[in-house]
T-cell receptor
Framework: GAVVSQHPSRVICKSGTSVKIECRSL??????MFWYRQFPKKSLMLMAT?????????EQGVEKDKFLINHASLTLSTLTVTSAHPEDSSFYIC??????????????FGPGTRLLVL | GQNIDQPTEMTATEGAIVQINCTYQ??????LFWYQQHAGEAPTFLSY??LDGLEEKGRFSSFLSRSKGYSYLLLKELQMKDSASYLC??????????WGAGTKLIIKP
């Protein structure tokens, strides 16, 4: 149980284009989803927290107009990187927590999406 | 401020035991998590401690002392596949996870 999927796993795009990443909880309802980014050999950095049906809460320094988050259902959240630039290249990971797990506090991670902006 | 400390890197031998320590100072406490992260992959959940004491799960055990702000992850019978980063994270009073920088564990034959 507690499986989270992410799509795509890898994406290469041109500078200036937008990229959408999907995060799905497959066997539980995720009341809260989290979006992280991670640079090579660095720690996880929380970007935003989203609760189903409400606006996402962004961490300090994260541009909400650049990283659009939508959590329209209890099983799906999307992160759209708008007008991507090479400095947005990173490993983006979502996690989810909610009902039906062994512990409601545990975050379960998707496999991550590696974004490369040329 | 909130702070999670764990060693940057540790080396151990295949078949041996290793203990990875984590100390924390957070605003409130709602549990401590250990995650394993292999290079290039997302973290996977290992354990959750909210009460003092030792939780054993196969070759892995996790210990918590809330009064000391201290936890450790104990890995027994080390295997080469255990080479990974181990992340300590504490859930604060707002139910936000505060992450440590991770401990890179290198297993040698």
């Amino acid at each position: 149980g507690a499986v989270v999927s992410q799509h795509p796993s890898r994406v290469i795009c041109k500078s200036g284009t937008s990229v959408k990443i999907e995060c799905r909880s497959l066997d539980f309802q995720a009341t809260t989803m989290f979006w992280y980014r991670q640079f090579p050999k660095k720690s996880l950095m929380l970007m935003a927290t989203s609760n189903e049906g409400s606006k996402a809460t962004y961490e300090q320094g994260v541009e909400k107009d650049k990283f659009l988050i939508n959590h329209a259902s209890l099983t799906l959240s999307t992160l759209t990187v708008t007008s991507a630039h090479p400095e947005d290249s990173s490993f983006y990971i979502c996690s989810a927590r909610g009902q039906g797990q062994l512990t409601q506090e545990t975050q379960y991670f998707g496999p991550g999406t590696r974004l490369l902006v040329l | 401020g909130q702070n999670i400390d764990q060693p940057t890197e540790m080396t151990a031998t295949e078949g041996a035991i290793v203990q990875i320590n984590c100390t924390y100072q957070t605003s409130g406490f709602n549990g401590l998590f250990w995650y394993q992260q292999h290079a290039g992959e997302a973290p996977t959940f290992l354990s959750y401690n909210v009460l003092d004491g030792l939780e054993e799960k196969g070759r892995f055990s996790s210990f918590l002392s809330r009064s000391k702000g201290y936890s450790y992850l104990l890995l027994k019978e080390l295997q080469m596949k255990d080479s990974a980063s181990y992340l300590c994270a504490v859930m604060d009073s707002n139910y936000q996870l505060i992450w440590g920088a991770g401990t890179k564990l290198i297993i040698k034959p």
